[in-house]
Antibody
Framework: EVQLVQSGAEVKKAGESLEISCEGSGYSFSTFWIGWVRQLPGKGLEWIGIIYPDDSDTRYNPSLQDQVTISADKSISTAYLRWSSLKASDTGMYFC??????????????????WGQGTLVSVSS | EIVLTQSPGTLSLSPGERATLYCRASQSVSSSSLAWFQQKSGQTPRLLIYGASSRATGIPDRFSGSGSGTDFTLTISRLEPEDFAVYYCQQCERSPWTFGQGTKVEI
């Protein structure tokens, strides 16, 4: 059974650093892209970026690229999202989500299939 | 960046009624890269439809998706009480991958 288990809720102060994690199991972690999605309070879903754990190839949303770092350690099947200096505006729920890429004749399906349970990040100013 | 605009913002319906949700892209998107998600309050998003029209595993057949190019539709044929939630479309064709702003289906 595919599972993505995220680290627990965090309460931090502005200016502090933070790293949250997402451990995958039940599939070959290295060979599936895995992404991060954020949801600010009362708002919709926003795509942060994705990483391919096997070679750490990473793609970011340009609007968020300077604010976070995505990494992965394939030896322990874990992806990370890191902030070097948190802001109050980073407060929200953060989800990891596996990317499924399926190639069939004349079509290439790409979508997020399995999601982690979410990590709530609260940053006070 | 491909902007996805969902309409309506809120859909007020009753159980048993049909719901039609729309997702319009600012530029053409391959239907293979268009997905729909359901999110209930306080829960993780759940994949409903991928490839614009393929139901994900375990999704009831009252959910269907259609569309191509810039216009996509999610239809719930007969609303069940558990279907009242927020629905998002997403494109995974061009980076940055983007979500629509969501449609809330409420009683």
């Amino acid at each position: 059974e595919v599972q993505l288990v995220q680290s627990g809720a965090e309460v931090k102060k502005a200016g502090e650093s933070l790293e949250i994690s997402c451990e995958g199991s039940g599939y070959s972690f290295s060979t599936f892209w895995i992404g991060w999605v954020r949801q600010l309070p009362g708002k919709g879903l926003e795509w942060i970026g994705i990483i391919y754990p096997d070679d750490s190839d990473t793609r970011y949303n340009p609007s968020l690229q300077d604010q976070v770092t995505i990494s992965a350690d394939k030896s322990i099947s874990t992806a990370y999202l890191r902030w070097s200096s948190l802001k109050a505006s980073d407060t929200g729920m953060y989800f990891c989500a596996r990317v499924r890429s399926v190639i069939v004749p004349r079509r290439h399906f790409v979508y997020h299939d399995y999601w982690g349970q979410g990590t709530l990040v609260s940053v006070s100013s | 960046e491909i902007v996805l605009t969902q309409s309506p913002g809120t859909l007020s319906l009753s159980p048993g009624e049909r719901a039609t949700l729309y997702c319009r892209a600012s530029q053409s998107v391959s239907s293979s890269s268009l997905a729909w998600f359901q999110q209930k309050s306080g829960q993780t998003p759940r994949l409903l439809i991928y490839g614009a029209s393929s139901r994900a595993t375990g999704i009831p057949d009252r959910f269907s998706g259609s569309g191509s190019g810039t216009d996509f539709t999610l239809t719930i044929s007969r609303l069940e009480p558990e279907d009242f939630a927020v629905y998002y479309c997403q494109q995974c064709e061009r980076s940055p991958w983007t979500f629509g702003q969501g449609t809330k289906v409420e009683i």
